[in-house]
T-cell receptor, first 114, second 110 residues
Framework: DAGVTQSPTHLIKTRGQQVTLRCSPISGHKSVSWYQQVLGQGPQFIFQYYEKEERGRGNFPDRFSARQFPNYSSELNVNALLLGDSALYLC?????????????FGNGTRLTVT | GIQVEQSPPDLILQEGANSTLRCNFSDSVNNLQWFHQNPWGQLINLFYIPSGTKQNGRLSATTVATERYSLLYISSSQTTDSGVYFC????????????FGTGTLLAVQP
């Protein structure tokens, strides 16, 4: 079975641009969560979507938005990119709304903003 | 909000050595997990351990919820154990988000 897949793996953008990151959860998983990991720090929660509805939002500005599609895949959008948005963006999927095992993370998208 | 601190921040071991990583948290938790992040960035769940003790091969973990700490033991370390170890907790009403600790960077030398 395929794990959590994220695309693209790497991305370079310029300040002010917009970016869309994609995540496909493990088959049967209905919850997708997004985390931002800045170099040298632990991941920070951005959003959770469960059954296609937003169920939680972390302390991030409105420039960050997300959605979940009927097939449970998800997109994370970031507008008006800042240098500080440079990070590894991780997607996690699970069966339930609570982040309990089996909880699987993708390999991430490494975003560089110049 | 809850604070999650890990120690030591960095650790260098020779292959075959044992180590103990610590996670302290500032409030009660209803979910605690240990993760290993490999050099390529992938996070792998090691243990779900809100309380008690579990073992999986050379790894074991203990959480003492009443004293607000958890320990991860690595025995007979191997070079493939290198990477960053995170503990992550769920606390309070925000039951759907993991709060990650500061991490321990482990380097196992041959």
């Amino acid at each position: 079975d395929a794990g959590v897949t994220q695309s693209p793996t790497h991305l370079i953008k310029t300040r002010g641009q917009q970016v869309t990151l994609r995540c496909s959860p493990i088959s049967g998983h209905k919850s997708v969560s997004w985390y931002q990991q800045v170099l040298g720090q632990g991941p920070q929660f951005i959003f959770q979507y469960y059954e296609k509805e937003e169920r939680g939002r972390g302390n991030f500005p409105d420039r960050f938005s997300a959605r979940q599609f009927p097939n449970y895949s998800s997109e994370l959008n970031v507008n008006a990119l800042l240098l500080g948005d440079s990070a590894l963006y991780l997607c996690a999927s699970s069966f339930t709304r609570d982040p309990k095992p089996p909880l699987h993370f993708g390999n991430g998208t490494r975003l560089t903003v110049t | 909000g809850i604070q999650v601190e890990q120690s030591p921040p960095d650790l260098i071991l020779q292959e075959g050595a044992n180590s103990t990583l610590r996670c302290n948290f500032s409030d009660s938790v209803n979910n605690l997990q240990w993760f290993h992040q490999n050099p390529w960035g992938q996070l792998i769940n090691l243990f779900y351990i809100p309380s008690g003790t579990k073992q999986n091969g050379r790894l074991s973990a203990t959480t003492v919820a009443t004293e607000r700490y958890s320990l991860l033991y690595i025995s007979s370390s191997q070079t493939t154990d290198s990477g960053v170890y995170f503990c992550a907790v769920v606390s309070g009403g925000a039951t759907n988000k993991l709060i990650f600790g500061t991490g321990t960077l482990l380097a196992v030398q041959p």
